[in-house]
């Protein structure tokens, strides 16, 4: 099966860039979706087919996807961007989920 | 505005039957894949199956299959997911949501319902 990986916490100081990255193998010959979660909500799309961005999304929000790595990037990330990330791919017809990473603003 | 509408929590004992519901509220929900997504309590998310409602096309996670049965009424457009003998290891929380295919890789979850708990007792 495919496996997508985070790191399971990333912290960053507020109004610096935060980078979120998952992995997985030959990642880049795919699209990557990235949700993010917080406290008692459900996940919101932040990020679709690596790098296009659904409307409401702040323009700080970017995605790349090269090789093996797909990196949420977040600049001049704010409190309000604590949140859980998760990556999301398709794989032999199936949703494939990263674990997850706690992003921390302080 | 597109919505998904979940039932509401749910508390069972081990060996019971359940039925989750997630209504399609302005859009017709026979039109796009709709999927469930587990998140047990402190973890990830993960899925369930995917099931496509106009044809009734249906994949379930290796994880899952065997244990739950989603299916949809038209009718109603509302979809479920079921199962016919709970454990305690089914408590969690449980999404439906909208599945946008683009491309080969690029499906994604665009439209989410707010979640069901369930509880299950031993």
């Known amino acids: 099966s495919y496996d997508l990986t985070q790191p399971p916490s990333v912290s960053v100081s507020p109004g610096q860039t935060a980078n979120i990255s998952c992995s997985g193998d030959k990642l880049g010959e795919k699209y990557v979706t990235w949700y993010h979660q917080k406290p008692g909500q459900s996940p919101v799309v932040v990020m679709y087919q690596d790098k296009k961005r659904p409307s409401g999304i702040p323009a700080r929000f970017s995605g790349s996807n090269s090789g093996n790595t797909a990196t949420l990037t977040i600049s001049g990330t704010q409190p309000m961007d604590e949140a859980d990330y998760y990556c999301q791919t398709w794989d032999s017809d199936t949703v494939v989920l990263g674990g997850g990473t706690k992003l921390t603003v302080l | 505005e597109v919505q998904l509408v979940q039932s509401g929590a749910e508390v069972k004992e081990a060996g019971e039957t359940l039925k989750l519901s997630c209504l399609g509220s302005a859009y017709t929900l026979t039109n796009d894949w709709i999927g469930w997504v587990r998140q047990m309590p402190g973890t990830g998310l993960e899925w369930v199956a995917i099931?496509?409602?106009?044809?009734?096309?249906?994949t379930y996670s290796p994880s899952f299959q065997g244990r739950v049965t989603v299916s949809v009424d038209k009718a109603s457009n509302t979809a479920y997911l079921q199962w016919s003998s709970l454990r305690a290891s089914d408590s969690a929380l449980y999404y439906c949501?909208?599945?946008?295919?683009?491309?080969?890789?690029?499906?994604?979850?665009?439209?989410w319902g707010q979640g069901t708990l369930v509880t299950v007792s031993s």
């Open positions: 099931m496509s409602p106009g044809d009734s096309e249906t």
């Open positions: 949501a909208r599945l946008v295919r683009v491309g080969a890789t690029g499906h994604y979850f665009d439209y």
